[in-house]
């Protein structure tokens, strides 16, 4: 069942329970959704319980875990520690939403390849998290994050499985070839090229 | 656990804030960023009856700098402290701060006001505004005070702040100044076990005005008042360095807590006092 098909719930059950719910208009995945939410429903179990996306995952539901992790307004963020009713004209994307974008094909493929999931709880909210580096990484235009710092930025997300070491294996992995791809792509356009070497 | 069923009211300005909380009298909590209120819900700490969001009050974003003062609103989120450019310019001490405070997902909702309100002894930012001698304003319906961050943090969790008064912003006054920050935390994010925030100046050779200021060791920021004597109007050396390190002994009064006895935590600040003086000195005049 897609988010719009779960649209239309009767409004008088939606209103008769106290204290009041809110009204929240929003983009999931790109889609617009209009749902009575009560305050005490966090992010994380409207995405999953009201709209039927479960690929994010409520695990600690305290703040250290990270697997609750997703975008809102183009940030990562502990969605287990955001209140649903308090999202009226945001923008969430979801693991489900980032998977279809073909954002991050090749860093799912590499974790397929580095076995960097093996129950796959946490594998969500890594996903989002390690996709955050790479958006950083390229904002900042070029040098390939160390180890330690894909770490650090990791360091809020837990595995209970891997041991961690091919999970930043697969980013790493994925970060290098980004740049090296993005080093041929400047090579294959001359007037690039050129301001490069003047550098 | 999941939270308790409450209420949830948006303010929309100052205004409109003072009505709500009017309204809900004490039955309102404020909340900003939610990662640490949110949390303590969770564990069901407190059960307020409705939670007022002022998110979205214009009054209390911003970064500015005005009359040698570096203003930093209250809604300012920690990522955002960590990349303004006026902070990196005017009090590089936050900046230094902002990559010791949980995770990038944390800091992306987590704000200095909330933080320095909640006053968790072993957070990072109420140490630097007390090192940075900054002033913390605040508003109510009653009107705007002006609190040095000194006298703000009052006790264990406790700060100056009366009921239906918030933070609206910080005030760092600008000042040539050196500054730093160093922490000992088990992993990386997590609230230190100890940690020292500092700044000083530098003038003739002689130590000015210095301020260490200790956190995870107290019931909240400890301005070591003896440290920074030992340190005021000498040179910056291996022997005044230690003189700060023998008197921080009579400063600290750190309680046993998980992480282990008040002797470790006079050890660890004895070593972080080191490591950030040590740190002001060219690399050939260093301290063995
Ligand atoms: C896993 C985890 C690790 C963390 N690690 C660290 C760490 O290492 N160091 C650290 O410093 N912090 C840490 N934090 C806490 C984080 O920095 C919080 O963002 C911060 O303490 C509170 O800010 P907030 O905006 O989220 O406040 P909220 O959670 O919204 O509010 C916290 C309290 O402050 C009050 N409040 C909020 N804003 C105002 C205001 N403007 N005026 C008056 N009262 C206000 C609220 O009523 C509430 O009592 C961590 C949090 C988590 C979940
Ligand atoms: S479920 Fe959100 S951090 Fe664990
Ligand atoms: S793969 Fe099982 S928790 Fe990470």
């Not at chain 1, 809110?22 to 994380?44: F, M």
């Not at chain 1, 290098?176 to 050129?194: E, F, G, I, M, Y």
């Not at chain 2, 005070?145 to 006054?173: K, S, Y």
Request: charged share 20%.
């Amino acid at each position: 069942m897609t988010a719009s098909d779960r649209e239309h719930r009767s409004a008088s059950e939606e209103r008769s329970v106290n204290p009041p719910q809110q009204r929240i208009s929003l983009t999931v995945n790109g889609e617009r959704v209009t749902r009575h939410v009560e305050p005490r429903r966090h992010l994380i179990d409207f995405l999953r319980l009201d709209l039927g996306l479960t690929g994010s995952h409520a695990g600690c539901e305290h703040g250290v875990c990270g697997a609750c992790t997703v975008r809102v307004d183009g940030e990562i963020v502990r969605g287990c520690l955001v209140l649903a009713a308090s999202l009226d004209g945001a923008d969430v994307v979801t693991i489900e939403g980032l998977s279809d974008s073909g954002e991050v094909a090749d860093l799912q493929a590499n974790f397929v390849a580095r076995n960097a999931a093996q129950c796959g709880f946490c594998t969500p909210g890594m996903i989002m998290t390690a996709a955050d580096i790479l958006a950083h990484a390229e904002e900042a235009g070029g040098g390939t994050p160390s180890r330690a710092e894909i770490r650090e930025h990791l360091s809020g997300n837990y595995c209970r499985c891997t041991g961690y070491q091919a999970i930043v294996d697969a980013v790493e992995d994925t970060l290098k070839a980004r740049h090296l791809a993005a080093d041929s792509d400047l090579r294959a356009v001359p007037a690039l090229q050129s301001s490069e070497a003047s550098r | 656990m999941k939270w308790p069923a409450m209420g949830y009211a948006r303010a929309a300005s100052l205004p409109d804030l003072w009505s709500v909380l009017a309204q809900h009298g004490s039955a309102a909590q404020i909340i900003a960023g939610g990662q640490t209120l949110l949390a303590t819900l969770a564990f069901r700490l407190s059960e307020p009856g409705t939670l007022v969001d002022i998110t979205r009050i214009p009054e209390l974003r911003g970064i500015s700098v005005s009359s040698g003062v570096l203003r930093i609103g209250a809604l300012t989120r920690h990522a955002e402290l960590g990349r303004d450019a006026l902070v990196a310019r005017h009090a590089p001490l936050l900046t230094a701060a902002v990559p010791l405070i949980a995770h990038p997902a944390i800091r992306n909702r987590g704000t200095i006001g909330g933080s320095l309100a909640y006053a968790d002894p072993a957070a990072e930012l109420p140490a630097c505004i007390v090192a940075l001698d900054a002033v913390v304003v605040t508003a109510s319906a009653a009107g705007e005070r002006r609190i040095p961050a000194r006298d703000f943090f009052t006790d264990l969790l406790q700060t100056a702040l009366n009921p239906g008064e918030i933070i609206a912003a910080v005030e760092i006054p600008l000042a040539e100044r050196r500054s730093a920050i160093q922490e000992v935390a088990r992993r990386s994010g997590d609230y230190a076990m100890a940690g020292l925030a500092a700044a000083l100046r530098i003038e003739g050779g002689r130590v000015v005005a210095p301020r260490l200021v200790y956190f995870g060791v107290g019931t909240g920021p400890v301005l070591a008042a003896r440290a920074s004597a030992a340190l005021e109007g000498r040179a910056l050396d291996a022997a005044s360095i230690a003189a700060a390190q023998a008197a921080l002994g009579e400063d600290l009064d750190p309680p046993q807590d998980l992480h282990g006895p008040p002797e470790m935590k006079r050890h660890l600040a004895r070593v972080l006092t080191g490591r950030v003086l040590n740190g002001f000195l060219n690399p050939s005049e260093i301290a063995a």
